[in-house]
């Protein structure tokens, strides 16, 4: 994969003379290097660079620690300065950026696209309340901070749970008869909607300071009513109440134990998040920004 986006850029390169702007989503080549940014820079060309992570930090887990070698997060610095214009998917993002750009520094939040994204109600509410998370290998470790609660609500409702991983194959969890199930693009949105619950746990730290809330605008799009860690724009996601927070393991449990016994509480609050979404996160909501902007750079 490493050489065939290598090898896929270098071609690129010699068509950046075809287009008006260059738009680069995080980076355009995964090695540690900004070569490829450089060159869209000197095109003559304008140049967009766009992200929604903290990505001037090296994060790292069990699961892509061996590949660490392979990035160099100090390369964001000349990524930015190399841009015409950034779009940042928060605030804290933007603040970084604009340490090393003159550029225009734009916030547009992560979008899901709500005609993809859809409720399905007939897939949850089954003979047990699925409570679940989505999200890869290298984040697993995020999941893993409510286990403990987890395991106490299976105890406390003998039965009545089930929890679903969706994107981490390889994980297990006996204790909570876990068996991780592999994410697809085909299988993705009713995955989501086999959850009566979604749950998004985060440490509080600086890499998920960066973090654009899109695992559980997802759930949300799709009506799954979610619980959160109180982290960076989790917050203002679940403002006016369309998500719960949770930052201590008592305020889990509190959130979860009354979802779990309450069902009208979990269909009013899977139809406050979806609404929120098509407000202010919606594909539809945020495209005359990005047209705004590709315009400005005419």
């Not at 009354?258 to 979806?274: A, F, Q």
Request: proline share 2%; glycine share 6%; aromatic share 10%.
């Amino acid at each position: 994969i490493l050489l065939k986006g290598h090898l896929q850029r270098r071609k690129d390169v010699n068509r950046f003379k075809d287009f008006d702007i260059i738009f680069i989503q995080r980076e355009a080549s995964f090695f540690g290097s900004s070569h490829f940014e450089m060159c869209a820079h000197k095109s003559g060309k304008k140049v967009i660079f766009d992200f929604d992570d903290a990505i001037w930090l090296a994060d790292t887990s069990a699961g892509n620690k061996k590949w660490e070698w392979v990035k160099d997060p100090k390369k964001f610095n000349a990524n930015v300065s190399f841009a015409n214009m950034v779009i940042a998917g928060n605030t804290y993002l933007a603040d970084k950026a604009k340490e090393f750009t003159k550029a225009e520094v734009h916030i547009i939040p992560t979008t899901v696209d709500t005609n993809v994204h859809i409720p399905k109600w007939e897939l949850r509410g089954k003979e047990k309340i699925t409570i679940g998370w989505s999200g890869s290998f290298s984040t697993i470790k995020h999941f893993e901070e409510v286990v403990s609660v987890l395991k106490e609500l299976n105890k406390k409702h003998p039965g009545k749970l089930q929890f679903k991983i969706v994107g981490d194959a390889n994980y297990r969890n006996e204790e909570l008869g876990i068996n991780g199930i592999a994410w697809s693009i085909e299988t993705e949105v009713n995955e989501l909607n086999s959850f009566d619950i979604g749950i998004m746990p985060l440490p509080k730290d600086e890499w998920t300071k960066g973090k654009c809330g899109l695992k559980a605008l997802t759930y949300m799009s799709c009506e799954v009513p979610v619980v959160m860690s109180g982290v960076g724009v989790n917050i203002e996601i679940a403002k006016d109440g369309c998500a719960m927070i949770a930052n201590t393991k008592e305020e889990w449990m509190n959130a979860l134990d009354e979802l779990i016994d309450d069902k009208s509480k979990r269909e009013v609050l899977g139809k406050k998040g979806r609404q929120r979404v098509e407000e202010k996160y919606s594909v539809k909501a945020n495209e005359v920004k990005y047209l705004k902007i590709f315009k400005a750079m005419e």
